[in-house]
Each structure stands twice: as C-alpha cells, then as structure tokens.
C-alpha cells in the first residue's frame, strides 16, 4: 500500500470514529421520544404545582395504546413509522406497528400531531440536534419466546437504541 493510500485510509478512519463521537455526544442531549418523564408531584413543602406534562407526551401515551402490542399474523402486517422530530428535521426514531389490530389513518394522524408538539417543545428550548437522520429500519414480524407474533424494528445496526447512518457502519 503506498502512503497516500494509507493516510487516506487513517483519516477516512478518523472522520468515521469523529461522526461517531460527535453521534454519540449529541444524542445525549436529544430527548428520546420514547421515554418521556411523567411531571414531578407539587412540593408539600412549598405547595408549587408540578409543571405541566408536555403536550408530546400525552401524544405518545396515545401513540403507544393505538399500536398496543403490534401482534401480526405476518410479515405483510408490520410497518414502520417515523415519531417525533428533530430540530434540524427528519424524525426522532422509528416505532413498528401492526395493520391487524392498529388503525393506520389515526396512528399517522396522532404521529403528526406529536411531531408538532415535538417541534414546538424544541423550538421553546431552543434543543439542538446532531442532524442526523435515523434510517427506517422497516418492520418484521417475530415469535417471541410464547410463540406469539408480533412486529418489531427491523435488525439494521443501531447503537443507543438509534441506527447508525450507513457511512458509520
């Protein structure tokens, strides 16, 4: 190998393990939609009010009955849905669902009305993102252990629970 190969080679290496890093930093700082917190109890000490849950959140307590266990007789059942959003666009992550018991039309429709609630919660923080965008990962249909089916992310390589953009793989 000569050397323009190889340094060519290590500094393809090094932007790789950057965006990595860069990846891994920013994503601490994005709040997953996912895992939303539930307001904190008034203090008694102080008697102040708990702040009100966020908008986005009780969208997706919504989101999450409507898709319920995403049970599928098959693979033609299961789909994927983008939730959330980022500051710089594009959605947060991906949630499988199911067209045997979830309806679709009012899934996309709560999906929306939480990606605006999301959008405008970042807005007001002023939240900025690493502008990545997570790839779908599409849906399959997979027996649990009980022999039940059901839909679940498809198996593209994620780190943190996001998938890696195909340049960091």
């Known amino acids: 190998m000569n050397t323009s190969s190889l340094m060519a080679s290590r500094l393809h290496r090094l932007l790789c393990l950057s965006s990595l890093s860069l990846l891994l930093a920013t994503s601490a700082c994005a709040e997953d939609p996912m895992k939303t917190q539930a307001p904190s109890p008034a203090s008694p000490a102080t008697g102040t009010a ?6 986005s959140a009780q969208l997706w307590r919504e989101i999450k009955a409507e898709v319920g266990d995403a049970e599928c007789d ?6 994927s849905i983008g939730v959330g959003t980022k500051p710089c666009g594009g959605p947060e992550g991906y949630l499988a669902w199911s067209s045997k018991a979830t309806d679709g039309k009012k899934l996309k429709s709560l999906v929306e009305r939480h990606a605006a609630a999301r959008d405008e919660e ?11 965008i997570p ?3 599409g849906a399959v249909c997979v027996a649990e252990p009980s022999g039940r ?10 780190l943190g629970g996001q998938v890696l953009p195909k340049s960091a793989r």
Not at 74 to 79: D, R
Not at 122 to 132: D, E, F, I, L, T
Request: charged content about 20%; overall charge positive.
């Open 50 to 55: 708990a702040k009100p849950e966020p908008l």
């Open 74 to 79: 098959g693979p033609q059942q299961c789909h």
């Open 122 to 132: 970042n807005r007001r923080s002023g939240m900025a993102s690493n502008c990545a």
């Open 135 to 137: 790839q779908d990962p």
């Open 149 to 158: 089916k059901v839909c679940k992310l498809g198996s593209l390589p994620t």
